[in-house]
């Protein structure tokens, strides 16, 4: 069984700063990852995925993710975050042969001015 | 491209009663998957449909059916409405029933039961 995991529930980061959100898989086989951002009230939308080939996915809204085999990882992550990037994101992996996926918690992301 | 959408966007039935949401994917899009989100459980998978048939299904009680109609639209059904099923039901789609494909979500039903 495939699982995803994202160990913080929540991040804070200054306006300007860094920032990353972090997620751990599990999965037999190939893994097909993909991050969403959900913003209040709304459905999940597509940030970026990773599939095959380079380790580091650019996505949408500046984001990026790096895809680490070893350390089975797919950490979200944005040079220089906005006050509108302050939303829940998700981390999922998804069945190769099947349209199930599996998401994790979440991770609430603040964004201070 | 029109992007997938859900009908009714809010609901309020109370328990025992039935209700049908309805979604309809994005132009092409093939494959449609049912997803609850709750603040407790977060975000679970339903059941899946592609080409009118139900290929996979989550771990949710026989009260939780669907369908997916030959133009791809898909409706979910959850009759004798308990308390728990309060949640924002998501609606995806997808072109194929492949992992490699993004699922595309809509906005939701939010679903309250009193």
């Known amino acids: 069984a495939q699982s995803v995991a994202q160990p913080e529930d929540q991040v804070n980061v200054a306006e300007g700063n860094p920032l990353t959100v972090k997620c751990t898989y599990s999965v037999s086989g190939n893994p097909y990852l993909f991050w969403y951002v959900q913003y209040p009230n709304r459905g999940l939308q597509f940030l970026l995925k990773y599939i095959t080939g380079d380790n580091l996915v650019k996505g949408s809204y500046g984001f990026e993710a790096e895809f680490n085999k070893s350390q089975t990882s797919f950490h979200l992550k944005k040079p220089s975050a906005l006050v509108s990037d302050s939303a829940l994101y998700f981390c999922?992996?998804?069945?190769?042969?099947?349209?199930?996926?599996?998401f994790g918690d979440g991770t609430t992301l603040t964004v201070k001015p | 491209k029109a992007g997938v959408t859900q009908t009714p966007r809010y609901l309020i039935k109370t328990r025992g009663q039935q209700v049908t949401l309805s979604c309809s994917p994005i132009?092409?899009?093939?494959?449609v998957s049912w997803y609850q989100q709750t603040p407790g459980q977060g975000l679970q998978f339903l059941f899946e449909y592609f080409s009118e048939t139900q290929r996979n299904k989550g771990n949710f009680p026989g009260r939780f059916s669907g369908r997916q109609f030959s133009n791809s639209r898909s409706e979910m059904n959850v009759s004798t409405l308990e308390l728990g099923d309060s949640a924002l039901y998501l609606c995806?789609?997808?072109?194929?029933?492949?992992?490699?494909?993004?699922?595309?979500f809509g906005p939701g039903t939010r679903l309250t039961v009193l």
């Open positions: 995806a789609s997808s072109f194929r029933q492949a992992g490699t494909d993004t699922q595309y």
């Open positions: 999922a992996v998804r069945d190769t042969n099947a349209g199930k996926s599996t």
């Open positions: 132009s092409g899009h093939r494959s």
